[in-house]
């Protein structure tokens, strides 16, 4: 009576998403922070973290795509 239970595609893509606007938004809130302690003018680091979260979202998501 120890049959698997089938993988739940939907809940696993919705989780990835709740993952990837979390990270996303912490990235942008310590970027934005980032920059405002160090008084820069240019958003440099808002956008090093947005940039780098969501490529590390995106490599998340290739790999657990390639899993299946």
């Known amino acids: 009576m120890d ?5 739940n595609k939907f809940l ?4 990835l998403g709740v ?3 979390v ?4 990235a942008a809130w310590l970027g934005m922070k980032m ?3 160090l008084q820069l003018q240019f958003p440099a680091f808002l956008l ?3 940039f780098a979260s969501f490529g590390g979202m995106m490599y998340k ?3 657990s795509i ?3």
């Open 3 to 7: 049959k698997e239970q089938p993988e």
């Open 12 to 15: 696993k893509y919705s989780n």
């Open 19 to 21: 993952q990837l606007l």
């Open 23 to 26: 990270t996303i938004g912490v």
């Open 35 to 37: 920059d405002s302690y």
């Open 48 to 50: 090093l973290f947005v």
């Open 61 to 63: 998501l290739y790999r």
């Open 66 to 68: 390639n899993d299946d």
